[in-house]
C-alpha cells in the first residue's frame, strides 16, 4: 500500500444503505488512507454488479467495503482489481471449505451456489486509475435466503458451524493485501494464472446463452480487459463483455 498514507481505518456500522455508498460518501468528506475499510451489520440496499440486490440477514454475514489508490495502474488493466478480489474471497473460503470457484467475472461459488458478491467502482483520471472501492458481501452465518435470488448459500448452511465476522475479514484482508502488492508490482501474469485455475467450470464444455441463443463453448480465455473468450464445439470463437452472456 502507499507508504505516505497512514495506517488504515476501520470503521464499523450497525446499519447503513450499502457499504460501497457510505464509504464514497466518507472520502467526500475527508481522505482516508489505503485500505481503509467500512464493515456493516446491516445493509438496507446492498448492491451488486449492474444494480443487482444483495440480501443478507442483520447480523448473519460478512459485508464490507475498503478504498484502494492504485494510481499507476493502466484503465486497460483495471479488470486486474476484480480478479485479485476474487482470488482473495475464494482461498478465504479455501480455508473452511471446499469446492469454492470464482464464476466470471467475480461471483464466487460453493458447490455450484453463490457463496459471495462483488462490486468494484473505479474512478478514473487520465490514463490510470485514481481510486478503487471493493464491495464484498460473503454469506457466513444465513441459514435461509427468502429473495428470489436463484442460487445463495452461506457457509454455515454448507458446514453447520458459526463463523466470527472480524476472523475471516482478517484472513481476506492478510491474502488481498498479498494479491495487491503483485498488482503493485505489476505481475499481472501470476495474477492471471491463480484466476485461471480458480475459475467456476474451467474444463470441458458447458451450456451458455446469449441475445442469439443456447450453445455449448469451453472457456478459451480472459482478456486482460475482462472480455470472456469462448470456443464452441466447433471451434468458432465468441468474446463477451460482462452480461452479454449467461451460464445455461
Same mark, same amino acid.
Given at each position: 500500500m502507499n507508504n505516505n498514507d497512514a495506517? =488504515? %481505518? !476501520?470503521?464499523? !456500522?450497525?446499519?447503513t444503505g450499502s457499504t460501497n455508498n457510505y !464509504? %464514497? /460518501?466518507c472520502l467526500k468528506k475527508e481522505h482516508l488512507p489505503e485500505g481503509s475499510v467500512v464493515v /456493516? #451489520?446491516?445493509q438496507t440496499g446492498g448492491r451488486g454488479q449492474t444494480g443487482n440486490s444483495w440480501e443478507s440477514s442483520p447480523g448473519m454475514n460478512l459485508l464490507f467495503s475498503l478504498v484502494l489508490y492504485p494510481e499507476q495502474l493502466l484503465i486497460n488493466r483495471q479488470f486486474v482489481i476484480s480478479q485479485i478480489a476474487s482470488l482473495a474471497v475464494k482461498e478465504t473460503l479455501d480455508a473452511y471449505t &471446499? =469446492?469454492? /470457484?470464482i464464476k466470471w467475472p467475480n461471483d464466487i461459488y460453493l458447490q455450484n451456489k453463490k457463496i459471495s458478491g462483488i462490486l468494484i467502482e473505479n474512478d478514473i483520471t487520465g490514463a490510470t486509475v485514481c481510486r478503487s472501492i471493493i464491495g464484498v458481501g460473503i454469506n457466513l452465518n444465513q441459514t435461509l435466503?427468502? &429473495? #428470489?435470488a436463484p442460487n445463495p448459500v452461506s457457509l454455515t448452511q454448507v458446514t453447520g458451524l458459526i463463523y466470527d465476522k472480524q476472523d475471516v475479514l482478517n484472513r481476506f484482508l492478510r491474502i488481498f493485501y498479498a494479491y495487491y502488492l503483485l498488482v503493485l508490482q505489476e505481475k499481472f501474469t501470476e495474477i492471471k494464472n491463480a484466476y485461471m485455475q480458480a475459475l467456476y467450470r474451467k474444463e470441458g464444455y458447458h451450456p451458455f446463452s446469449d441475445r442469439a441463443g443456447s450453445f455449448s463453448a469451453r472457456i478459451y480465455d480472459i482478456e486482460t480487459t475482462g472480455h470472456l473468450l469462448l470456443q464452441l464445439e466447433n471451434g468458432e470463437m465468441r468474446r463477451y463483455a460482462f452480461k452479454e452472456v449467461s451460464w445455461g
Open positions: 495506517h =488504515p %481505518r !476501520l470503521i464499523c !456500522l450497525d446499519e !464509504l %464514497r /460518501a /456493516a #451489520n446491516y &471446499s =469446492p469454492v /470457484a435466503f427468502e &429473495s #428470489n
